[in-house]
Structures are given as structure tokens and as C-alpha cells.
């Protein structure tokens, strides 16, 4: 019962990602603040307060929109996963000092309402991409896998039912947060850094296990959008043949 916010949030999600397929966005044209660092430059260290971040290499200039375009998707996403933790953490702190199950049981209605009236149309407004980022930083929040969640308070039936209703939209709810080996995870975790430093985002810490400084370092801080590129020319690919039909 204590999971039960984080488990509705991800079936929320689930659902809605099936009713919106992922349109086809236009990139930013504006990135006059961003640097490309071309092969063999040095790499230059911003000073903010506490945070040491290398200026972003990006192999082209165009590179720096697809970055641009994942940066809105991720800003998106975000304050609906830190929301999540948040709710999470005041729904098990108030459980706690509830000694009856059956006040317990009405407490958690009451709060599952309140999250669906909270929650249900922003979300159905996603796109596909969204969808994945919420369900990857929710377990950045959380510590947990909407799945693992399901299971626990379901059963096992439940979570492979969902789950399998999610891969027929290409999304997992036993997607994980592994920004040390999932390229769009690294990107998604450099966004959230940079947005925490300049403010842009408010801070929650992750109840996951990772050090990004040391990823950072490790990938020299090069960032690879060709996944994006690739994304966009299949998107633009079946928008011509649909218009050609």
C-alpha cells in the first residue's frame, strides 16, 4: 500500500502513452549560448558555487539541437517524477503514524484520487519520448521500477500484464535510470545537472547509486544525439509516405 502513488503514476503513464503516438517536433533553431568544441580543443570548466561541469563537446553544430529538443523532454517530464517522490515520501511518513489498517486502506483512496485528478491529463498530453524519460526519472526519484512496484503490490500477473501492454507501445514499465551505460540516460542526467546548477530546475536528490562527475569524466563529456537524428529521418520518412498516399 505504501508504493501505491508511485505504482498508479507508472499505469497512468502506461495507459496514456498508448492513446498519443510521438509527433514529430520541430527542432530549436536558437543555440547561440552553446559552444561546439571541435575535436582536440580543450575543454572549458564552468565555476558555479559547488558544481564543476566541462562545457558539452558536440560534433556539429546541428547536434546541439537534437540536444536542445531532449533538454524540453526532459523538462518536462521531470517536475511530474519529483512530484511522484514527494508524494511517495508524504504518503509512507503519514502511513506510519497510522496505526489502523482499515484508516490505512481509506487514507490511500483518498490519496490515489487525489493523484488522479492530479496527474491524469498532463500526462495523457506526453509524447512517447516523454513517456520514457517520466518512467526513467521516476525510478531516478523513487529507487524503484514501476514493475518491481506492481508485483509487490499486485502480483506478479498483474506487473507482466502491463508490461507486456506497454511493449506493444515500445515501452518498458521495467525500464531503469543507468546514466553510467544508457547513452540517453547519461544525456537525460547532464540535462538535469546543468538545469540544477543554472537553477533552472529545482534539486531532488536520486535514490539511485551513481556518480556522475566520474561518468562525465569518463565520456569526456562528449554528447552523442544519433539516436535523435536517426529518430527524426524515420519520423520524416513515414510523414511522406503517409502524404504521398
Known amino acids: 500500500m505504501k508504493k501505491l502513488l508511485y505504482i498508479y503514476i507508472g499505469l497512468i503513464s502506461m495507459i496514456s502513452f498508448s492513446q498519443k503516438k510521438e509527433e514529430l517536433d520541430s527542432l530549436p533553431k536558437n543555440f547561440d549560448d552553446y559552444i561546439f568544441v571541435k575535436p582536440g580543443d580543450s575543454i572549458t570548466i564552468e565555476l558555479n558555487e559547488f558544481t564543476l561541469l566541462p562545457k558539452q563537446k558536440f560534433k556539429s553544430k546541428d547536434d546541439i539541437r537534437y540536444y536542445l529538443w531532449l533538454r524540453r523532454k526532459v523538462f518536462k517530464a521531470y517536475p511530474y517524477a519529483k512530484l511522484a517522490s514527494e508524494r511517495l515520501d508524504s504518503l509512507n511518513a503519514r502511513l506510519d503514524r497510522i496505526d489502523s489498517k482499515s484508516k490505512k486502506r481509506k487514507y490511500t483512496r483518498q490519496i490515489q484520487k487525489y493523484i488522479e485528478g492530479e496527474f491524469t491529463e498532463q500526462i495523457k498530453k506526453m509524447t512517447k519520448t516523454e513517456g520514457r524519460i517520466l518512467i526513467k526519472l521516476i525510478h531516478r526519484q523513487t529507487g524503484k521500477t514501476a514493475f518491481d512496484n506492481i508485483k509487490g503490490l499486485r502480483s506478479g500477473w498483474k506487473a507482466f500484464w502491463y ?73 520524416k520518412k513515414k510523414k511522406k509516405i503517409r502524404s504521398n498516399n
Do not use: C, G, H, W
Not at 169 to 181: A, I
Not at 202 to 229: C, G, H, R, W
Open 163 to 235: 508490461n507486456t501492454t506497454a511493449n506493444l507501445f515500445s515501452l518498458s514499465l521495467k525500464e531503469e535510470y543507468l546514466p553510467e551505460t544508457i547513452n540517453e540516460d547519461f544525456l537525460v542526467e547532464d540535462i538535469l545537472q546543468r538545469a540544477f546548477r543554472d537553477q533552472i530546475l529545482k534539486s531532488q536528490p536520486t535514490k539511485l547509486n551513481f556518480d556522475f562527475i566520474e561518468v562525465l569524466a569518463e565520456k569526456k563529456a562528449e554528447i552523442n544525439v544519433e539516436e535523435y537524428k536517426i529518430l527524426f529521418a524515420k519520423m
